[in-house]
Every structure is written in C-alpha cells, then in structure tokens.
Nanobody, 128 residues
Framework: QVQLVESGGGLVQAGGSLRLSCAAS????????MAWFRQGPGKEREFVGA????????AYADSVKGRFTISRDNAKNTVSLQMNSLKPEDTAVYYC?????????????????????WGQGTQVTVSS
C-alpha cells in the first residue's frame, strides 16, 4: 500500500501563489505516474497535471498550463504543485494521486481510473 498526504493549501488572493506538496510513504517503489486533481464546489473531480516516474514527462490541463508547475523528488518521495497567478476558479480541494502500475504514457494520465492511491485532499481558496 501507498499513503499520500497533501499539505500547503490555504486562502490566497487572486494573482497570488501557493505551493502544494504531496508526501508518499509505504511501498513507494511501486509508484509510477503521480498526478494532481482538483474538485471545485459542485463540480466533478478534474485533472490538473501529472508527472512520470522519472519526472521528465509532465502533462497539464489546459486551464492551468503556464501557471502551474509540477515537480517530483523521488529521493524524498514527494511531488509538488507550484501554483502561480491564481484565479477564483482555481478554488477547489486538491488531491494527490499515484498510479501503482506501469502503463504507457498517454491520455490515460488524465483519467481518475488510472490511479490506485489518493490523498485526503487539501483546500485551496482563491478570493477575488
């Protein structure tokens, strides 16, 4: 099993920045792709971005491209999400997810069903 714990959420004004972190523990050697998803009020959970096991392949949702940056540190078993130029529509609970099996990199990285492990989520609120 793999446990994921997110941190770094909070309240920020529009245009501000936040950095989220996700710490993995347990059978971390079995973790491949790691991703961030978010779920806004009254909305479905949606893909934000993902990084391959090596960290050299990264994908982002169009809505965050150019504003958010994912980084991965396998030595520390962490993945981070740097969020800049935040907008009120970025308000959501942000979840870290991990895939426990290898699969070819592709569109599946954006799918909820591709991930075996999930964190409890951290709230990000962006005020206008």
């Amino acid at each position: 099993q793999v446990q994921l714990v997110e941190s770094g959420g909070g309240l920020v004004q529009a245009g501000g920045s936040l950095r989220l972190s996700c710490a993995a523990s347990g059978r971390t050697f079995s973790v491949y792709t790691m991703a961030w998803f978010r779920q806004g009020p009254g909305k479905e959970r949606e893909f934000v971005g993902a990084t391959s096991k090596s960290g050299d392949i990264i994908a982002y949702a169009d809505s965050v491209k150019g504003r958010f940056t994912i980084s991965r540190d396998n030595a520390k078993n962490t993945v981070s999400l740097q969020m800049n130029s935040l907008k009120p529509e970025d308000t959501a609970v942000y979840y870290c997810a991990a895939d426990g099996q290898w699969r070819p990199w592709g569109t599946a990285v954006a799918g909820l069903g591709s991930y075996d492990y999930w964190g409890q989520g951290t709230q990000v609120t962006v005020s206008s």
